[in-house]
């Protein structure tokens, strides 16, 4: 069964980064587009980063600029490093496949305080 686990995240005061990690169990992996999505409290999941198998990325708006999205596949890890964060990136992020989503992992929790 393919499993994701995000780790790195924590508590941060705005201004400061984080570089959050995703393991990929399985062999789909380097042949795959992946993401990431974070979910605010009270709010859906939104989509943050993608990356193709050829390393094209794209970035929600809110996010350009301040995070790099970035893969590993020696190591089957996905990366989202975060500058500049700001009190309105806090939530739980999680990374998925981009296309043939497989149950989500539990994420990992960023806190940017003010």
């Known amino acids: 069964q393919v499993q994701l686990v995000e780790s790195g995240g924590g508590l941060v005061q705005a201004g400061g980064s984080l570089r959050l990690s995703c393991a990929a169990s399985?062999?789909?992996?380097?042949?795959?587009?992946m993401a990431w999505y974070r979910q605010a409290p009270g709010k859906q999941r939104e989509l943050v980063a993608s990356i193709t198998t050829t390393d094209r990325t794209n970035y929600a708006d809110s996010v350009k600029g301040r995070f790099t999205i970035s893969r590993d596949n020696a190591k089957n890890t996905a990366y989202l490093q975060m500058n500049s964060l700001k009190p309105e990136d806090t939530g739980v992020y999680y990374c998925?496949?981009?296309?043939?989503?497989?149950?989500w992992g539990q994420g990992t929790q960023v806190t940017v305080s003010s």
């Open positions: 998925n496949y981009f296309f043939g989503k497989v149950p």
């Open positions: 399985g062999s789909r992996f380097s042949g795959s587009s």
